[in-house]
């Protein structure tokens, strides 16, 4: 046997172990972790792909913002606190990135408001002034369950490699928000009539709350699959 047949075997070798090291170290697991931040806030996401085209995910994100609202003439300090876990199916139908996602996210979310007016201020139709009204301590309360819709791109599952980017784009649902208004510390805080003023303060701020029973998400991330 010729030197030139002998090393044939050798140099296909040598062209194959990169080769399969490097397809091994692309090649990646069902499992992966990530984080992401948009509108829900900040996260922690894992996801388990089941084929091709259905992937499993669950996520934690939390929104914690301070910022000043007005409700009918009155400034609040407002406390958005959001606590949403969650737990979706992401349909990949092309096999590739493209995916159309459907879950919920549960958990506690709420906006805690308060206000002491330093002048005159309008409560249900009738002025106040700031001794008679006191300090206003207000909360809205969404549903705890808010279902979830939405469309995206995810290339965690569909490309080799170990590092994914997910940018996802919906809208969550749920009823109604409740509110509850209260004053306190003012010279009419017991008043049958100033109770009925706020009573319909209330309503107003109800009908501003109703706008939240559809949230917009927005979301981007990255993941690093296992």
């Not at 089941?50 to 992937?55: D, S």
Request: hydrophobic share 40%.
């Amino acid at each position: 046997m010729s030197r030139h047949l002998r090393l044939t075997p050798l140099v296909i070798a040598a062209c194959l172990i990169p080769c399969a090291v490097q397809a091994q170290s692309n090649e990646g697991g069902r499992f992966a972790v990530g984080a992401q931040v948009g509108t829900p806030g900040l996260g922690l996401q894992a996801q388990w792909t089941l084929g091709p085209r259905v992937v499993l995910r669950g996520g934690y994100d939390v929104l914690d913002w301070d910022r000043d609202q007005t409700y009918k003439g009155i400034d609040y300090d407002a406390k958005i606190d959001f606590k949403s876990p969650g737990a979706f199916v992401d349909l990949h139908p092309f096999e590739n990135g493209f995916l159309v996602s459907a879950g919920a996210y549960f958990g506690s979310r709420k906006i805690d408001l308060d206000a002491t007016p330093t002048g005159n201020v309008n409560i249900g139709g009738a002025t106040f002034t700031p001794a008679q009204v006191g300090t206003l301590t207000g909360r809205i309360d969404l549903e705890k369950t808010a279902p979830f819709i939405g469309v995206g791109y995810d290339n965690t599952f569909t490309l080799n490699g170990r590092l994914g980017f997910r940018l996802l784009a919906g809208a969550a649902f749920g009823d109604k928000p409740k509110v509850d208004l209260d004053a306190r510390g003012g010279t009419l805080s017991n008043d049958l009539v100033f109770r009925a003023r706020l009573d319909d303060e209330e309503r107003q701020i109800q009908d501003e709350a109703d706008k939240y029973k559809v949230l917009p998400v927005v979301q981007a991330g990255l993941n690093f699959r296992f």
